[in-house]
């Protein structure tokens, strides 16, 4: 092992140790695998389009009672199992949607960014109403119900409002009430991620309006590619998700844990080795249960990753 590899090590544990209050160790995860879905066009199965260059089921999201909804994108249907990754039934989708959600009665909202449209369905897949969205909206990152609204997400760590108490906003309205930074599911802060450099980057903690309050330094040993916000569980934890570069694609994704003050709780590695593109690949409960849709060359898989009972190395 060479002088740099040694420093780098030392200088992750270091960090690792500060954190977790060097004394406390982290909580550790373990994955098991729910849902097996092969590929197909029959009840139970998802769709792949091979011709392009790998277009498969897009998002998946859960029910209150644990039950999974995955958004078939190829079949144009959504597909729900239940916790157990048993098959219950389908719902058809009339538009190429990308984004999946559930509302408060189990309403399903679907997000097409290619049509401009948020659409709301039944729980038995029967369409209710429809939103436009701005065309000057770019660089949509994912669909989430907030309350009373109906709320995008972009890349750029924006949110706009396309619909609140189920009236539509006109464009000009959506671009007027942008929020710079990612709300949370039950704490009322806002929250940003940035890179720092190849081994660092932090989580931006914001008040409600958007103004700064805390910034919590993110340290990998691995190049760091990317860091990304997932969201907040029902207990006001907060995950992110970076991307790590140079290390094998079946290990190359880790999730970072931290408590509503900042304190590091759990830091896991995820597998990554996709053959499709998915929109968005992890859904974050309430309860803190992390599901992973990992798609391969002869179906797609479900991952439920939970805290294990007792203390553990968190790694």
């Known amino acids: 092992m060479n002088r740099p590899t040694i420093i780098a090590g030392i200088i992750g544990l270091a960090a690792m140790m500060a954190w977790s209050g060097g004394a406390t160790a982290l909580e550790a995860y373990r994955a098991q695998e729910v849902l097996f879905a ?20 897009q998002s998946l999201c859960t029910d209150e009672d644990g039950n999974i909804y995955i958004l078939d994108l190829v079949n144009r249907r959504v597909q729900i199992f239940s916790p157990q990754g048993q098959y219950i039934r389908q719902t058809a989708c009339g538009i190429l949607a990308h984004d999946l959600r559930l509302g408060p009665d189990g309403e399903m909202y679907l997000l097409a960014p290619y049509h401009g449209l948020v659409e709301k369905y039944d729980a038995a897949g029967s369409l209710l109403t429809g939103w436009p ?5 770019w660089l949509i990152d994912g669909l989430h119900i907030l309350g009373d609204r109906i709320v995008l997400r972009t890349a750029l760590q924006t949110e706009y409002t396309v619909a609140e108490q189920g009236r539509a906003l006109e464009p000009k309205q959506q671009l007027g009430a942008a929020r710079s930074g990612l709300g949370g599911r039950v704490s009322g802060r ?11 980057g932090s989580l931006q903690i914001l008040d409600d309006g958007g103004q700064p309050v805390r910034e919590i330094e993110v340290t990998t040993v691995e190049e760091l590619g990317s860091l990304v916000y997932i969201g907040e569980d029902g207990a006001g934890n907060i995950y992110l998700r970076a991307e790590l570069l140079g290390v094998p694609r079946v290990d190359r994704l880790k999730i970072f844990k931290y408590n509503p003050g ?11 080795g996709d053959i499709t593109f998915i929109y968005r690949n992890l859904y974050l409960s309430p309860g803190g249960e992390l599901y992973q849709l990992l798609t ?15 203390a553990g ?3």
Do not use: M, N
């Not at 092969?38 to 260059?53: C, I």
């Open 313 to 315: 190395e968190g790694r």
């Open 38 to 57: 092969p590929w197909g066009g029959d009840p139970g199965q998802l769709g792949l389009l091979e011709q392009a260059e790998g277009v498969g089921p």
């Open 190 to 200: 806002r929250y940003g991620t940035r890179w720092i450099g190849d081994h660092a």
């Open 133 to 137: 969205i701005s065309p000057d909206i």
């Open 296 to 310: 391969e060359p002869d179906g797609a898989r479900v991952l439920r990753w939970t805290a294990a009972a007792g």
């Open 262 to 272: 900042g304190e590091l709780l759990a830091e896991f590695s995820l597998p990554a």
